[in-house]
Every structure is written in structure tokens, then in C-alpha cells.
Nanobody, 115 residues
């Protein structure tokens, strides 16, 4: 089992920045990938950014060049630095971990970008 605890959401004006954090605990040595997903009202949950055990990353086209995902293995924490935020980035952001072919999710943190 993997437990994920997120922090760092909030309200920010367009063009501003936020950093999300996700701390993992439990059976963390089996984690193959961690990442961030988001879900806006009335929309499906979508992948935002992922980092894999080898260090490679991928991003949704909509956030490339603005968001950066990073992982601190010593602290078992993954971060999402979000710059140049836009109103369309408003959503609940969920931390995700994949371990032994199971998906684990955090409780979600709200990010609201005002225009």
C-alpha cells in the first residue's frame, strides 16, 4: 500500500505560480512512476505530468514549458512547479503513484486561477 498526501494548492491570479507537493509513504520501494492529474468541473481527469523511476518525464501539451515535475527520492516527495498559470488550469489536482500495477491516489488539492 502507498499513501499520498498533497499540499500546496490555492488561489492565484493568472500569470502567477504555485508549487504542489506530494509525500509518499508505505510500500514506496515498489513505486514505478509518480505524477499529477487534474480534473476540472464537468471534465474527465487528465494527466498533467509524470516522472518515472528512471528519471524520465512527460507532460501534457497544455502545460509544456510552464509546469515542471520533479522527484526527491530521499524525501519520497514529488513536486509540481506551476508557472504562468492560466484560468484554464483551474481544477482539483491529484497526486498519483503506480506500484505493482496498482494506481494510488491522493485526496486532491484545489487550484484556482483567477483572470
Amino acid at each position: 500500500q502507498v499513501q499520498l498526501v498533497e499540499s500546496g494548492g490555492g488561489l492565484v491570479q493568472a500569470g502567477g505560480s504555485l508549487r504542489l507537493s506530494c509525500a509518499a509513504s508505505g510500500t514506496i520501494f515498489n513505486i514505478n512512476a509518480m505524477g499529477w492529474y487534474r480534473q476540472a468541473p464537468g471534465k474527465q481527469r487528465e494527466s498533467v505530468a509524470r516522472v518515472f523511476s528512471g528519471g524520465s518525464t512527460n507532460y501534457a501539451d497544455s502545460v509544456k514549458g510552464r509546469f515542471t515535475i520533479s522527484r526527491d527520492n530521499a524525501e519520497n516527495t514529488v513536486y509540481l512547479q506551476m508557472n504562468s498559470l492560466k484560468p484554464e488550469d483551474t481544477a482539483v489536482y491529484y497526486c498519483n503513484a503506480v506500484a505493482n500495477f496498482h494506481n494510488y491516489w491522493g485526496q486532491g488539492t484545489q487550484v484556482t486561477v483567477s483572470s
